[in-house]
């Protein structure tokens, strides 16, 4: 280093003292003083007392679990696109969640919210299939799987149970042989939750051969299982292995709950299963089981459906408390076994104790009239539903209605009821309308009742023929002869019937 430089940097240097009266001035030394606090004034506290700072948004996914309307979630929905969250795939799961899910939801909003994702996770492909598989059209839910596999998303455990319901709700067989061909290949075959599923979807779909094969290739089964082989076995008419199956069940140490009860009692109500229904109830008396309202409903209606009118009588009076659905069960097995006075005693003892029926019990009712033929006590009931109750009268009722007017002759009426409907009649009340009209030989309501039918079911043979046994009646053989060049070239035969023998042996 040459020497002037090393001479600048000498005489630019200059001593700095800590301590004040060591080689430097007050004027010259620098302050090394530590920074000065910050200064809260009373005004300031008081500011920020009275103004807190705003806390952070909440996160859009715990915003959706809140929400309670569509209204709701689309607000949610439009900040997610303007905050550019809305590829944030757990906040939309969440949204599509509510959407597909929630009562207040909207299934058709879910599919525009799945279809613009762009990664769809494995938990928004479960929840449109779950939702798919509960509506009105369960196979969508089946094609939902199929396109998910053509994207090679992997199927989980939480899956299939929501295919297997979609196979149950709407009977395919063929359907549930490949969705268990699936769950074999992902080895799911022995997850409790999917066993189950699959025990229930081949029995409904009548396949209770399968379904004994399933139930018997699971080393360990839960209760639910059992429920379901049981009720299974009860729904395809196999009382005896039913009750064979509920005895293994008590001696392998599993004892059924309520709700297994209830539904195994639900099975024999609707399949006419009364020994397995009656060993039950005596295994809830041995057991000393208490028999509240679920229960005891279950146990009336098994009685009521199966026609031991008299335990179930017994069984109604006995209960302490009662809902509508036990007052329904009562009612509607009177009504079915031909009991139409007690029937209609028992709803205006249902009115008096200001029980609120429902139209379940007006189906009951209703159909209690017909078969008595109180047609003016039928026509004051069905107008009490919407007037006293707001209950608006579903197809079941006015099919009821129709054929109660059609049995006292009113077929103009009856006629003129259908036109009213608010939906178009099906093919069941136009059979009891034209039923009452060969009952009665009127030919011309008959005739139009027949076009209608036609147009819903082209291919009918059966409205021929009680057409062409009209016109026999009436000398009217040229209808006749017409009647049967067209069944002939319609190529149109008789579909023969079948019976149902329910034996001991």
Request: with cysteine.
């Amino acid at each position: 280093m040459s020497s002037p430089t090393k001479n600048r940097i000498c005489s630019s240097y200059r001593p700095t003292a800590i301590f004040q009266g060591h080689g430097t001035t007050n004027s010259n030394r620098p302050q090394m003083r530590p920074p000065k606090p910050p200064s809260f004034t009373k005004l300031s506290i008081l500011t920020s007392v009275l103004h807190p700072p705003p806390p952070p948004p909440p996160r859009f996914s715990l915003l959706a679990d809140k929400c309670t309307s569509m209204h709701q979630l689309k607000q949610i929905h439009a900040q997610m696109i303007v905050s550019a969250r809305i590829h944030d795939n757990y906040a939309a799961s969440r949204l599509l969640s509510f959407c597909a899910l929630s009562e207040s939801g909207d299934l058709s909003y879910a599919l525009r919210l799945f279809n613009n994702t762009q990664e769809p996770n494995s938990f928004m492909w479960n929840t449109l299939i779950r939702a798919h598989a509960s509506s009105l059209n369960p196979s969508e839910a089946l094609l939902l799987y199929v396109n998910m596999r053509r994207l090679d998303v992997i199927p989980g455990k939480h899956t299939f149970p929501f295919l297997l319901k979609a196979c149950s709700n709407f009977q395919s067989l063929q359907s549930c042989i490949q969705v268990h061909t699936h769950v074999l290949k992902f080895g799911l075959d022995l997850d409790l939750h999917v066993v189950n599923g699959l025990v229930r979807a081949y029995s409904v779909s009548c396949d209770v051969r399968n379904a004994r094969r399933v139930f018997d290739e699971v080393p360990e089964r839960s209760l639910s299982i059992w429920t379901t082989m049981i009720s299974g076995h009860a729904q395809n008419y196999c009382s005896n292995e039913a009750l064979e199956l509920f005895d293994q069940m008590i001696v392998e140490g599993l004892e059924p709950n309520g709700a297994t009860l209830a539904s195994v009692l639900s099975a024999c109500a609707r399949s006419g299963c009364l020994d397995l229904g009656e060993r039950i109830h005596v295994f809830m008396e041995e057991k000393g089981i208490e028999v509240g309202v679920i229960l005891g409903t279950a146990l009336v209606h098994m009685y009521a459906k199966n026609g031991a009118i008299l335990m179930a009588q017994k069984l109604f009076d006995s209960m302490s408390e009662r809902n509508t659905a036990t007052w329904n069960a009562m009612i509607c097995g009177l009504a079915v076994h031909g009991h139409a006075k007690e029937a209609l005693d028992l709803f205006w003892k249902l009115e008096k104790e200001q029980i609120v029926p429902n139209d379940i019990t007006f189906v009951g009712v209703l159909s209690a009239c017909c078969h008595a033929g109180f047609l003016s006590v039928g026509r004051k009931i069905f107008h009490l539903m919407k007037r006293v109750y707001g209950i608006e009268p579903k197809i079941e009722h006015y099919g009821c209605m129709v054929d109660l007017l059609g049995r006292g002759g009113e077929l103009l009426e009856a006629e003129e009821l259908i036109k009213g409907m608010a939906w178009k009649a099906d093919v069941v009340i136009l059979g009891a309308l034209l039923g009452s009209c060969k009952n009665h030989g009127n030919i011309e309501i008959a005739e139009r009742v027949v076009k209608e039918i036609l147009v819903l079911e082209p291919h009918n043979h059966g409205v021929y023929v009680v057409l062409s046994n009209m016109y026999a009646e009436a000398g009217r053989w040229e209808d006749v002869l017409r009647l049967r060049k067209v069944m002939k070239s319609g190529n149109l035969k008789k579909t023969p019937g079948w019976s149902l023998v329910d034996s001991d042996d």
